[in-house]
């Protein structure tokens, strides 16, 4: 079990090696190449200039090397820096991602306690109602534009019945202290958390209720009706607990489509997380910052892909991999 | 979802169906008997015909300026409104469809041959070559698609082909991967071993003999595949970042549409662009859906 793991997260190396040749590739085809000088600055340098900051960012050394010298310095934090405020790359990002983790992980969490709510009990009510109303909502929450369901929520509750604010994790207007300014930053992220869990609730519902149907059906959870386990039991302590296996695996892939999601929650919103920060950039041609983010962001998708693996042969023991 | 299909399709009669069941007819009639998705073609089919044969016939330029009718609410002369500049947003809804549309159709149709190509190569050869393309079908997986897509048309520019290499770019990898799947099921099998005995070539046998085998698993993931290209292209215009003004493309008219819609309550700006890509994706999901249960009858769901 061990060597599994140990070789599972080898294998993600290769990958990521293959993740960071393509970013580098991408950072070569930027205009004005790696050299991290704003255009105006090379517009008034000298040729002789130019050749001396060509020696010392070592542009004139072959590609593979500087392809070494950049992952090194991405290994080391060194991001190079914003083309636009000339702040480090690191530094800017980091400071934009506070926001995005608080949206990400209460939509994670909303997510996962209505999707295990509905799912579960659309799998004890097979058949009803409330199962063909749930799974036709969740069907319909997977084809829905999540930019214009944001927009159509705006209309209503924020231009309409005029109940919560339309943009911003603050009032502006008014410092609020205490419970009040906690009320305040709640009634800010109503809207955008629904937003952004609106597809990973409806994906993840589905498969806990397909998950649930699987473990109702099986002979184990009848021996447990049968032995007169009170039905709660069955269905939470016997059904749910086997069903969870395969939901928590989803669950976790779940993650870094959050994350990605946030740039069109943030953006419909206006709150300044990295997603945010990403679309600015993508408008000022800031592609130190731009490459930074994707890095993030693809080592997020591996790592998530690596845990729900793992975490998928840790939670059954029928899985070997010897 | 397909509850409501198997009530009403007839009880399965005994005796030997099953050899039908992989003809053409076969899956043509599972798949009619699936309502939300014979209704979902039938709605793709008109949203359609409608973007290509109408504007000419609705009477409005979609870049036609008008500023005595502007931001005016639907009616029998305006079917969707007007925008602040009065150009008649039924027109813009029609003629970004057809640029919306055409996007995701051409996408479709790039990562389809990608796929189809690194599958079947893949498959059929197996050893190093399959475990080359697999991990780069595992670095496609791992990278943000919506992320890659915006810096590389920040890159290149925004204009048609681009934007539709960028989509198609991460369109590819689950068709690649299921057609492998088949080549590497279907090359195991004696009638290629016949096939190879009276002389026939490593193409022949993988395009004419191994090919049709995989159509499947590949018309399944080629539809739910304009779902996802209209989806990421809508984005990509929703943030500003795809074709721009005056061309209208159902995302652009969404990105238009936010201060109408939050500041001044202008809805109609907002609810006719969405509803259009919302009643698309619905369909085309449920499209898949079906001819996912129709070619694999005994894989359909609850």
Redesign the interface.
Same mark, same amino acid.
């Given at each position: 079990m061990t060597s599994y793991r140990i070789r599972r997260c080898l294998q993600a190396v290769p990958l990521l090696l293959g993740i960071s040749v393509i970013v580098f590739a991408l950072l070569q085809m930027t205009p004005g190449g790696p050299m991290a000088a704003g255009e105006g600055a090379q517009s008034q340098a000298s040729a002789e200039q130019i050749a001396r900051l060509r020696g010392r960012y070592g542009l004139d050394d072959p590609l593979w090397m500087q392809y070494l010298k950049w992952l090194g310095g991405i290994l080391t934090g060194d991001w190079g820096a914003s083309f636009n405020t000339g702040r480090p790359v690191v530094e800017v990002i980091t400071e934009r991602l506070p926001t995005t983790l608080l949206l990400t992980g209460l939509s994670f969490g909303l997510s996962v306690l209505l999707a295990l709510v509905v799912g579960v009990t659309a799998a004890v009510r097979h058949r009803t109602l409330f199962d063909y109303v749930s799974t036709g909502l969740a069907f319909a929450g997977l084809a829905m534009p999540s930019f214009w369901f944001g927009l159509m929520l705006l209309f209503v509750f924020s231009y309409s019945l005029d109940w919560l604010p339309s943009s911003g994790l603050a009032d502006l207007r008014f410092r609020h202290e205490g419970f009040a300014a906690f009320l305040d930053r709640a009634e800010h992220l109503v809207l955008p958390v629904a937003v952004l869990s609106l597809v990973s609730v409806a994906s993840l519902t589905r498969y806990v209720r397909s998950s649930m149907l699987d473990v109702l059906g099986q002979d184990y959870i009848r021996t447990a009706r049968g032995n007169g386990l009170p039905e709660r039991t069955v269905v939470l302590g016997h059904g749910l607990r086997n069903a969870s296996i395969p939901v928590v695996t989803v669950a976790v892939l779940a993650i870094p489509e959050l994350f990605l999601g946030a740039v069109i929650t943030e953006t419909i919103f206006g709150l300044p997380g990295m997603g945010r920060l990403f679309v600015e950039s993508a408008e000022l041609r800031d592609y130190p910052v731009l490459l930074g983010i994707l890095l993030i962001a693809s080592v997020l998708v591996v790592s998530a892909n690596l845990l729900a693996d793992i975490l998928y042969g840790r939670l059954d023991p029928r899985i070997s991999y010897e | 979802?397909s509850?409501r299909t198997s009530a009403a399709a007839p009880p399965p009669s005994a005796g030997p169906r099953e050899p039908a069941a992989r003809t053409r007819h076969g899956v043509w009639r599972r798949f009619a008997r699936h309502r939300p998705a014979a209704a979902g073609l039938a709605a793709l089919a008109l949203i359609t015909l409608a973007v290509i044969a109408l504007p000419p016939l609705i009477g409005y330029d979609p870049e036609a300026v008008s500023l005595a009718d502007k931001n005016l609410p639907p009616s029998a002369e305006h079917l969707m409104g007007t925008d602040e500049l009065g150009r008649d947003l039924f027109a813009r809804v029609l003629d970004g469809g057809r640029l919306t549309l055409s996007v995701a159709a051409a996408a479709v149709g790039f990562s389809m041959v990608v796929g189809v190509a690194v599958g079947a190569v893949a498959g059929y050869f197996g050893g190093v070559v399959d475990n080359l393309l697999m991990?780069?079908v595992?670095?496609g997986?791992? @990278?943000?698609a919506?992320? +890659?897509v915006?810096? @590389?048309v920040?890159?290149v520019g925004a204009g048609f082909w681009p934007i539709v290499l960028a989509v198609a770019m991460f369109s590819w990898m689950n068709t690649a991967r299921l057609v492998r799947a088949g080549y590497l099921s279907l090359k195991e099998q004696d009638f290629v071993e016949a096939t190879r005995g009276i002389g026939a070539g490593h193409l022949r046998i993988a395009v004419r003999h191994l090919l049709p085998g995989t159509v499947g698993p590949t018309v399944v993931t080629a539809t739910l595949g304009i779902?996802t290209a209209i989806?990421t292209e809508?984005?990509l215009s929703?943030? !500003?970042?795809g074709f721009q003004p005056p061309q209208a493309t159902w995302?652009g008219l969404?990105y238009e $549409?936010?201060r109408p +819609?939050? $500041?001044m !309550?202008h809805?109609w700006r !907002? @609810?006719f662009? !969405?509803?259009m890509?919302?009643a698309v994706? @619905?369909a085309a999901?449920?499209v898949g859906d079906g001819l996912n249960d129709a070619f694999e009858p005994r894989r359909s769901?609850?």
């Open positions: - | 979802m509850d991990r780069l595992d670095i997986y791992s @990278l943000p919506l992320f +890659v915006i810096l @590389l920040t890159l779902a989806l809508s984005a929703f943030l !500003g970042l995302g969404l $549409a936010q +819609v939050i $500041a !309550g809805w !907002g @609810l662009p !969405g509803a890509i919302f994706v @619905l999901n449920y769901r609850r």
